[in-house]
Structure formats: structure tokens, C-alpha cells
């Protein structure tokens, strides 16, 4: 899950619903891009290992 949302509620109800990571986007684009990078290695890197 990539959301804006902070809210407590908000992450629980996604984990509820069945997401395996729930991560808040930055207002900065900058950040954001970040950000994108590192969720770019973070699955890249979770498909390497379950494909292993």
C-alpha cells in the first residue's frame, strides 16, 4: 500500500484487508522519488528470493 494516510486506523484496516506492506508517500517530490527507488529495490529483492 502506498498512501498518504498516517492514521493508525488506516494501516491497520490494510493489514486487515490483506496488504504486506503499507508505506507513506512523502509531499516532497524529492522524496517521493526516494522513496520509489527504494520500493523499486525492496521487491525487486523480495521476487529474487521467493523465485530463488
Known amino acids: 500500500m502506498l498512501t498518504s494516510s498516517q492514521r493508525e486506523e488506516d494501516i491497520k484496516a490494510s493489514y486487515d484487508e490483506g496488504v504486506n ?3 507513506c508517500k512523502p ?3 524529492d522524496q517521493f522519488v526516494s522513496v520509489a527507488k527504494m520500493l523499486k529495490m525492496y521487491w525487486v529483492d523480495i521476487n529474487k528470493s521467493t523465485n530463488s
Request: charged share 0%; aromatic share 34%; no cysteine.
Open 21 to 23: 506492506s503499507y508505506v
Open 27 to 29: 509531499v516532497n517530490f
